[in-house]
């Protein structure tokens, strides 16, 4: 008997965990943008259409979406929340219920996909990331 209450103890601790994991999003696509712009192209507005369509079937609870920017581009704090607002409105307007939490950051330049020097466009840097 106590066999199988260690072992129901164990395998209910792996199904918590299993379940914990499965909960911390993960990034499904990153969308990028041309300097000091938030501007998202015909292109990009169908890969969040296609992500907003899979938040929805997926039945996730939460969608973490960060802006980023390069190091030349103005006000790269405000620019890159304002591009990861510019994502979330859309998966919003293609159906994301309100029940979903979007999560908008803005993460400026402090976590570039390619390092550089000050004042440097790179297209990989000027981007938004989402996670689901």
């Given at each position: 008997?106590?066999?199988?209450?260690?072992?129901?103890v164990?395998?209910?601790?792996?199904?918590?965990?299993?379940s914990?994991?499965?909960?911390?999003?993960?990034?499904?696509?990153?969308?990028?943008?041309?300097p000091?712009?938030?501007?998202?192209?015909?292109?990009?507005?169908?890969i969040?259409?296609?992500?907003?369509?899979e938040?929805i079937?997926?039945?996730?609870?939460r969608?973490?979406?960060?802006?980023?920017?390069?190091?030349?581009d103005?006000a790269?704090?405000?620019?890159?929340r304002?591009r990861a607002?510019?994502?979330?409105?859309?998966?919003?307007?293609?159906?994301?219920?309100?029940?979903?939490?979007?999560?908008?950051?803005?993460?400026?330049t402090?976590?570039?996909?390619?390092?550089t020097?000050?004042?440097i466009h790179?297209?990989?840097?000027?981007?938004?990331?989402?996670?689901?």
């Amino acid at each position: 008997m106590r066999l199988l209450t260690c072992l129901a103890v164990a395998v209910a601790s792996a199904l918590t965990l299993a379940s914990a994991e499965a909960k911390e999003p993960w990034v499904r696509n990153t969308i990028y943008f041309d300097p000091d712009t938030v501007t998202i192209g015909v292109v990009a507005r169908e890969i969040i259409s296609d992500l907003a369509e899979e938040v929805i079937k997926e039945g996730a609870t939460r969608v973490v979406i960060v802006g980023h920017c390069d190091t030349a581009d103005k006000a790269p704090t405000l620019l890159s929340r304002y591009r990861a607002k510019g994502v979330a409105d859309i998966m919003r307007a293609k159906g994301v219920p309100q029940n979903v939490v979007i999560e908008v950051v803005g993460a400026g330049t402090s976590t570039p996909a390619v390092k550089t020097a000050p004042n440097i466009h790179e297209p990989h840097n000027r981007r938004a990331t989402i996670a689901f």
